[in-house]
């Protein structure tokens, strides 16, 4: 079956530090993917895409890789700080409902200072 | 959120009642979307419009209609409500049908006792 595997338990890391949220997939061979942030209450907000054909992109303090040989996303913040805390969603491209997005259920960051 | 407005914010109904959510966008773009989002389960499709009267079927599209009679509205209509549809719910939009980035609105709470 098809799956996107986010870490499911909350990331807390301490403020300066580098922050890597993982994105697994099963049964997709997404063209792209895209990540992003969602604050309690409101509606997600784009962050980065990232193609099949590019190992990285970089915006900010922001960094994605993807690897489509493991079937893995990563997605890096540095020097983190306590407003990064959010949740984190990732999200791919499902060619079986025309190339709609299908996300993941995404992962909590808290950033402690 | 902007650019994008959803109506209600929050609704409790009875089951077996028929509900419509409104989205309203400003921003001319031709895809609108609805998902529902659940804990664990992120953020699911359950119909998109790639025009004005040009709507097609998600993921969760069970129980479910939508119309777009105006580029600026889409609406999601559930014919009577269960209390598996309690759930909060997404419009966004998008420019064109793949690797689009979306942008959300700020989300209804649907309660359906």
């Known amino acids: 079956s098809q799956k996107i595997e986010q870490n499911s338990e909350a990331l807390n890391i301490q403020e300066g530090k580098t922050a890597t949220l993982t994105c697994n997939y099963t049964?997709?061979?997404?063209?792209?993917l895209q990540w992003y942030r969602q604050d309690p209450g409101r509606g997600p907000v784009f962050l980065l895409l990232i193609r099949e054909n590019e190992k990285e992109k970089r915006k900010e303090r922001l960094k994605v890789t993807f690897d489509t040989t493991l079937k893995q996303s990563l997605f890096h913040i540095t020097a983190s700080q306590p407003a990064d805390s959010a949740t984190y969603l990732c999200?791919?491209?499902?060619?079986?409902?025309?190339?709609?997005?299908?996300f993941g259920a995404g992962t909590i960051l808290r950033v402690k200072s | 959120d902007a650019g994008i407005t959803q109506s209600p914010r929050h609704k409790v109904t009875e089951t077996g009642t028929p509900v419509t959510l409104r989205c309203h966008q400003t921003e001319n773009h031709r895809y609108m979307y609805w998902y529902r989002q659940d804990p664990g389960h992120g953020l699911r499709l359950i119909h998109y419009?790639?025009?004005?009267?040009?709507?097609d079927k998600g993921e969760v599209s069970d129980g479910y209609s939508v119309s777009r009679s105006k580029t600026e509205d889409f609406l999601l209509t559930l014919e009577s409500a269960t209390s598996s549809q309690t759930s909060v719910y997404f419009c966004a939009i998008g420019t064109s049908g793949n690797s689009d980035t979306q942008y959300f609105g700020p989300g209804t709470r649907l309660t359906v006792l």
């Open positions: 999200a791919l491209d499902n060619m079986e409902y025309g190339n709609k997005l299908v």
């Open positions: 049964n997709y061979s997404p063209a792209y």
């Open positions: 419009s790639y025009g004005v009267k040009d709507t």
